[in-house]
Structure formats: C-alpha cells, structure tokens
C-alpha cells in the first residue's frame, strides 16, 4: 500500500500533520481501534529503489533497507480514502520524523495495516489518558469518541505552551498540560502529571503511552498506588529516548518482561 502525499501543515513547531490520497491506498481497512496505527517504511538515502517497492528493497546493502516505523492513524476520510497522520518532528536524527519535516505533495510512503488495539470502552465509569506528542494522535482520535458527559482526565507532556494543540470531545474535559522547558525534571513529569489528576469514583479506562521510561513510571504507578487492572489497560510504550526504533524494537520485548517483573516484585 502506497500514500501519496497530498498536503502538510504545520500544527505545531514540531508536528506536521500529513495527508495521504492516491490510488496506493484504495484497499486501505480502517479498523474501529482509536490508536490503530500504519506501520510505515521510509526509504534511506541513496537506496537503489523507491516507493512502490517489493521484495528488492529487503535484498538491498542494510543500510538502504527500509526503515520501519509505526505512526497513528489520525483520521481516516472513507469518503475521500484520505489518511491523516500528525508526525512528530524531533531533530535531525532518524528517519520518520526528518522524512515528514520535508514532505510535499507527490511524494509516496510505503505503508502495512492497519494495526491497532484500543477503542475507550464505552461501559467505563471515567477515563484517563495520557501520554506525550507522539500519542496526542491517539488519544486526540480516542477523545472524540468518548460519550457524553463522561469525566475524562488528560496529562500532556509538550515542550512549551506552543506544542499545545485543541482537543475535542464530548466528555467532560480535564486537560493538564505540562511543559518539558520550564521543568527541572522533565523525565518525571508524566508521572507528576498523572500523579496529581482527580481520581473519580468507579472504574476507570486507562490509555498511557509514550517514552518508555516515562510511560513505565506511570504504569508502575497506576498498578501499585491505584489498583488498576494492567492487564485490562491500555499502558505501552511507543519510543525510547536515546534508542532509534531498531535499538529499541531488538530489546524492548527483555524490556517489557522486566518491568512487568518489577511489578510482581512490587520495586
Ligand atoms: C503504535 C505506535 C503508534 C505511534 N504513533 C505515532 C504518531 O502518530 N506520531 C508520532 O510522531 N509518533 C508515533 N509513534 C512513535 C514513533 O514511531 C517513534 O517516535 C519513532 O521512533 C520515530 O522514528 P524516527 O525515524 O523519526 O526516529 P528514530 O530513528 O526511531 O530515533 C532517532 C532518535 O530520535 C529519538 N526519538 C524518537 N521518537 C521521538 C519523539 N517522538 N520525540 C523525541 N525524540 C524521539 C530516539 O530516541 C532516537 O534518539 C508511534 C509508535 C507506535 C509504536
């Protein structure tokens, strides 16, 4: 499946919001999840073949093999088969974020899927989400679903104020935002956040994903200090400071398994 670009805007300093079209994605399958995600390959510079490619970008040096990387569906347009994705732009490592800062109409994205695993329950008595610019996508398409009237506690970690950008929801709304450039500690600040929402009565539907330390913490967190189900909630992480996507993929599984020994192990 192949996108063709078809605009971008700039919804924040760093987060271009993309749309795709073109006849690539005609058998494009939305499923009913919220975070269901597309798992893009971006193809490397210099590689000796481009979107639309087979099995000869795989046969390429390492380096020219495709890079894989998952990204949100923001919306999907089933009318006009347009799919939207918000990506995240974040320095000039990497392969996803640089290739989105310089998109422009007529380029094509290699894409999978969708994949995808949350949809906020409707029988929860509240919600909590959280997360930092790399699950707005998710939690902003999870938000505008959630019923009427139903409390919804939001934490945000951004850099400043200007990272900030609207949600819309039926729910009743109790958005905190932080910002990572004015925090001594930025690190733990997701934690703080979530730390400090008001906790409603009943049962709540979780969804927290981020950096993984950062949505680790919070986990922990939510498991020990609140009782929530892990198991039922929707906790995981989707980047690793200081790890690209390949380094991280190679040990995130030993990764997962640890922190959920630290859990049994109540540390
Ligand atoms: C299911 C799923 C859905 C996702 N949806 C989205 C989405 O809708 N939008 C989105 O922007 N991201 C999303 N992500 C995260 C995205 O896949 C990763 O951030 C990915 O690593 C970006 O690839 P890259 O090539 O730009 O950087 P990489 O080559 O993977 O990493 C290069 C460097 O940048 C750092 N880095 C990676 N991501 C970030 C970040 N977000 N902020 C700051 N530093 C970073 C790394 O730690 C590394 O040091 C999602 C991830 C998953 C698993």
Not at 189 to 199: I, M, N
Not at 237 to 248: F, G
Request: hydrophobic share 40%; with cysteine.
């Amino acid at each position: 499946m192949v996108g063709t670009v078809e605009s971008t805007e700039w919804l924040t300093p760093a987060m271009v919001r993309i749309t795709f079209g073109g006849p690539g994605l005609q058998r494009f399958a939305p499923k009913e999840f919220t975070d269901q995600y597309v798992i893009c390959q971006f193809v490397p510079e210099g590689a000796p073949y481009s979107p639309p490619f087979g099995d000869e970008a795989n046969l390429a040096a390492p380096e020219h093999r495709p890079r894989i990387r998952r990204f949100t569906v923001r919306k999907w347009d089933e009318a006009d088969r347009v799919l939207t994705v918000d990506f995240v732009v974040h320095g000039s490592e990497g392969y996803a974020g640089r290739w989105a800062q310089r998109a422009r109409p007529g380029d094509l994205l290699q894409m999978r899927g969708p994949g995808g695993g949350y949809r906020p329950d409707p029988e929860a008595d509240w919600y909590l989400m959280a997360g930092d610019e790399s699950s707005l996508p998710a939690i902003a398409a999870s938000l505008e679903v959630l019923p009427a009237g139903r409390s919804c506690e939001v934490a945000l970690v951004t850099d400043d104020a200007g990272h900030e950008i609207a949600l819309e929801s039926a729910a009743d709304l109790h958005v905190r935002w932080v910002h990572r450039n004015s925090s001594a500690a930025p690190e733990t600040l997701l934690l703080d956040a979530v730390g400090s929402v008001h906790w409603h009565r009943g049962r709540p539907d979780v969804f927290v994903h981020g950096e993984a330390g950062e949505v680790r913490a919070v986990r922990k967190h939510l498991v020990a200090a609140r009782g929530i189900d892990r198991n039922s909630s929707s906790i995981s992480p989707y980047w690793r400071r200081h790890h690209d996507d390949e380094t991280w993929r190679a040990v995130k599984k030993d990764w997962l398994a640890e922190a959920d020994r630290d859990l049994d192990a109540g540390v």
